[in-house]
Nanobody, 121 residues
């Protein structure tokens, strides 16, 4: 499975962006991760194959929404009320399931190349 992220860019604090993760084939669970300069990669959100299960990091809960369109093999991350602390490269990745270890990047098999999100005035 190949994954391609898009939708990143520069946005002012309080603004919104929608990231997309397009898969070359049907993907099971999809997770979004991010990595800021000099910081460890962290899990942002995860969605199961049938979108019945979702998880969010505490720092983004209530601001970010994950969704998927299986007809298009695409997962989205709607990011609202963005903060400078959200600045990072965002990656999507596939996993067999979206479970209790969803934020552990060892649970994921294939990764996209990442898309830069910069929140700055």
């Amino acid at each position: 499975v190949q994954l391609v992220e898009s939708g990143g860019g520069l946005v002012q604090p309080g603004g919104s962006l929608r990231l997309s993760c397009a898969a070359s084939g049907f993907a099971l669970a999809i997770g979004w991760f991010r990595q800021a300069p000099e910081k460890q990669r962290e899990g942002v959100s995860c969605i199961s194959s049938n979108d019945a299960i979702t998880y969010y990091a505490h720092s983004v809960k209530g601001r970010f929404t994950i969704s998927r369109d299986n007809a298009k093999n695409t997962v989205y991350l709607q990011m609202n009320r963005l903060e400078p602390e959200d600045t990072a490269v965002y990656y999507c990745a596939t996993s067999p399931i979206c479970g209790s270890r969803w934020s552990d990047d060892d649970e994921y098999d294939y990764w996209g190349q990442g898309t830069q999100v910069t929140v700055s005035s």
